[in-house]
């Protein structure tokens, strides 16, 4: 099975702009979680998706927001971009159960200028 | 909240040696999972092993063991017969049952492995 792909791999920005990055999560799962990677924060949750539908959410501004598809691909949107939103986004899928492991994507680092 | 501490932010061992990782967490709940995952210097996260709150029995995999200490809230991670290819940051993170794919990490071990 292909694991899960993330596009693009790299993105430069500049501040006020938009960005959309997407996560294909591997065949058959339903779940995709979405996380933010910077040196100073670490690891944070920004939502997860389960069935196109937001199931959970971390403490993010409305700025960051995500949908899933019927194919359970996920994109993650940041609107007004900051310098601060500069970071490695990571995506994971799984089948969506609580005993089920979540795979993680190579990630997309997002750089805004 | 709960909370995921990893208080070595860089550890380091020789080749075939073993070393321990530490992690403490904080909650309030019952029913959780704990993780290590590995983020080898190419940036995919992989699970090393994964532990479920209600099994006392320490989980095990290949060269990797865990210390699961419930009352204590701590969680580390043994590495037997280290390898080059054990270099990497090693996160451990909670999951609570009814939060289904919400990881909280902690702040990571970067692990050195010498020849």
């Known amino acids: 099975k292909a694991g899960v792909t993330q596009t693009p791999r790299y993105l430069i920005k500049t501040r006020g702009q938009q960005v959309t990055l997407s996560c294909s999560p591997i065949?058959?799962?339903?779940?995709v979680s979405w996380y933010q990677q910077t040196p100073g924060q670490g690891l944070q949750f920004l939502f997860e998706?389960?069935?196109?539908?937001?199931?959970n959410k971390g403490n993010f501004p409305g700025r960051f927001s995500g949908r899933q598809f019927s194919n359970s691909r996920s994109e993650m949107n940041v609107s007004t971009l900051e310098l601060g939103d500069s970071a490695l986004y990571l995506c994971?899928?799984?089948?969506?159960?609580?005993?089920?492991?979540?795979?993680f994507g190579p990630g997309t680092r997002l750089t805004v200028l | 909240a709960q909370t995921v501490t990893q208080s070595q932010p860089e550890m380091s061992v020789q080749e075939a040696e073993t070393v321990t990782l530490s992690c403490t967490y904080d909650?309030?709940?019952?029913?959780?999972?704990l993780f290590w995952y590995k983020q080898p210097p190419s940036r995919q996260m992989i699970l090393v092993i994964r532990?479920?709150?209600?099994?006392?029995q320490n989980a095990t995999e290949n060269r990797f063991s865990v210390n699961f200490q419930k009352a204590a809230k701590s969680f580390s991670l043994k590495i037997s017969d280290s390898q080059l290819g054990d270099t990497a940051m090693y996160f451990c993170?909670?999951?609570?049952?009814?939060?289904?794919?919400?990881?909280?990490f902690g702040t990571g071990t970067r692990l050195q492995v010498f020849p």
């Open positions: 994971a899928s799984s089948l969506g159960g609580p005993e089920d492991t979540q795979y």
């Open positions: 065949s058959g799962h339903r779940s």
């Open positions: 998706y389960f069935s196109e539908t937001q199931r």
């Open positions: 909650t309030s709940e019952n029913n959780y999972y």
């Open positions: 532990q479920e709150a209600y099994k006392q």
């Open positions: 993170a909670f999951m609570h049952v009814l939060n289904t794919d919400k990881l909280i």
